[in-house]
């Protein structure tokens, strides 16, 4: 009767190396093969694999040296242990790299063979590691960055609290997000295309590697120029939100420049965000549009905008998805308490216009079971309603007018 030869590993890029060592593995016996788990592997490597754990045992199964494959049920980097204890392995085989004496006192303890093989690719064949693809494919992506163009940016909470006859009533922070524009970023529709075409007259095709902080207020300076006519200071959120990748808070107190700014590149935060996000077009803004007609702005109303933003800083940073939908919807109904146009706007000049769209498209959504959370981009009136929902891949799935978000990195 043939021996039982374990061995396990998270196998995410499945690679001709595995397979060599499948195959080196399965001259001592019949191959048994403990997969890392989806939980184990965002766990240990604080991102979540490319490929999910079902589609992996399905290609590990398949593996012509490979008799058997599992889920291992544990957690950390001896997340194997039920599965091993399932199998009754006579042989436990690791590579080099992949051996440590925990696992040989293990088997040790279980009376089990422990064996190490040097990571050797198959004759004709160059060596693989999960490791060198991963950062081949990383070069890949940063090459690619720079022919995406000019980034774009979502404000997630505390929008307004920018303009200082807003924060003069309480200081508070805003949040952006700076997303590639894998998606038509149309004009009139609340995502900083005004500060983006200034951006182009620079640097018409991507932005300099410099500062972020820097850059943004390169761009703040250049597009609120002295000789500015029409007398409108562009918020600074707009400059911020798409020159600091990731996720970005900034904190205004009665200036046009916030006083301090924060961001965060966690991967984890980042696609937390990425996987409960999602946008749809609306109706660009109308002719003759203003959302600032009627506004009316309290100490009250903009403490209320200050600590929606607080909670949901927070509660993105904590990958709290109830809670950030709550202080989302929260934000956004701050935004409207002071200034009911961004739902109803007034067009001046242009009164045959219906106002009762936007209002309309957000009842719509709203009420669908998926949707927890919703609000527009800018200063509102139109352009496009991004949504907090419990799954974006699925959302867009069933409504294919909606599309996914992809936060710069």
């Known amino acids: 009767m043939a021996k039982k030869v374990f061995v396990s590993g998270c196998y995410d890029l499945l690679h001709s190396g595995h397979v060599e060592f499948f195959k080196q593995a399965s001259q001592y016996g019949d191959l048994y093969v403990g997969i890392g788990s989806d939980a184990t592997y965002l766990e240990y490597k604080h991102r979540k694999p490319m490929f999910p754990q079902e589609e992996r045992l399905f290609m590990v199964r398949n593996i012509k040296a490979v008799k058997e494959a599992y889920i291992n049920e544990g957690s950390g980097v001896i997340d194997f242990i039920p599965t091993l204890d399932l199998v009754q392995p006579d042989i436990f085989v690791v590579n080099a790299e992949g051996g440590s004496e925990t696992k040989r006192k293990l088997c040790e303890e279980r009376g089990i063979e422990y064996i190490e093989l040097q990571r050797t690719p198959h004759e004709g064949l160059q060596a693989r590691s999960s490791s060198s693809l991963k950062a081949a494919m990383q070069q890949d992506d940063h090459k690619a960055d720079d022919s995406k163009g000019i980034p774009t940016r979502l404000d997630l909470a505390g929008t307004w609290i920018d303009q200082p006859y807003v924060s003069m009533h309480h200081p508070g922070w805003a949040i952006t997000i700076s997303l590639e524009p894998t998606f038509e970023v149309r004009d009139r529709c609340g995502l900083s295309t005004s500060t983006r075409s200034m951006i182009q007259k620079i640097w018409p095709m991507k932005l300099p590697k410099m ?66 996000l999602v946008m749809l077009p609306m109706e660009p803004r109308k002719p003759g549009c203003s959302v600032v007609e009627e506004k009316d702005i309290t100490p009250a109303k903009v403490k209320a905008l200050a ?70 981009p800018g200063a509102g009136g139109g352009g496009y309603l ?15 007018e909606a599309f996914e978000l992809h936060i710069r990195r």
């Open 211 to 276: 500062d972020p902080e820097m850059l943004a207020r390169l761009v703040f300076c250049f597009e609120n120029n002295p000789e500015r006519t029409d007398g409108h200071i562009s918020g600074a959120q707009d400059a911020i939100g798409i020159c600091v990748p990731g996720l970005c808070r900034h904190y205004y107190n009665n200036n046009f420049w916030p006083a301090k700014i924060e961001s965060t590149n966690d991967e984890m935060t980042l696609r937390f965000l990425e996987e409960h």
């Open 386 to 400: 991004a949504l907090v929902v419990n799954d974006a891949k699925a959302f867009c799935e069933a409504h294919p």
């Open 307 to 376: 600590d929606a933003a607080d909670a949901c800083w927070n509660a993105i940073i904590a990958h709290d998805l109830p809670a950030f939908a709550a202080a989302y919807k929260d934000s956004f109904e701050a935004q409207v308490a002071m200034f009911p146009g961004m739902i109803k706007p007034t067009y001046i000049g242009h009164p045959e216009q219906d106002n009762s769209y936007v209002a309309a498209t957000i009842a719509q959504y709203s009420a669908m079971p998926d949707v927890l959370a919703w609000k527009m």
